[in-house]
Nanobody, 124 residues
């Protein structure tokens, strides 16, 4: 079992930045692929970014490439999402996810552990 707790959401103006954090506890954090998803009202939960267990591989949704950066600190059992050049369309609840598998498997949302989510609101 893996427990995930997100923090760092809030209200920001367009063009601004936020850094989301996800603290993990439970089973061995370093063995899991970690990622972020977002869900806007009335829409499905969408993949944003993922990072492999050893940080050697990262993947991003096309909509955030060049603006968002995912990273992890194994010593702190924490994964981060640095969000720059934010746009109003980035407004959503952001969820941290973990899976014992690949980033591709994470994106399928089949066996993920989930956090409770943190709200990000970008004003125009």
């Amino acid at each position: 079992q893996v427990q995930l707790v997100e923090s760092g959401g809030g209200l920001v103006q367009a063009g601004g930045s936020l850094r989301l954090s996800c603290a993990a506890s439970g089973r061995t954090f370093s063995s899991y692929t970690m990622g972020w998803f977002c869900q806007a009202p009335g829409k499905e939960r969408e993949f944003v970014a993922a990072i492999s267990w050893n940080s050697e591989y990262t993947v991003y949704a096309d909509s955030v490439k060049g603006r968002f950066t995912i990273s992890r600190d194994t010593a702190k059992n924490t994964v981060y999402l640095q969000m720059n050049s934010l746009k109003p369309e980035d407004t959503a609840v952001y969820y941290c996810a973990a899976v014992y598998g690949s980033a591709s498997y994470l994106s399928r949302k089949v066996d993920n552990y989930w956090g409770q989510g943190t709200q990000v609101t970008v004003s125009s």
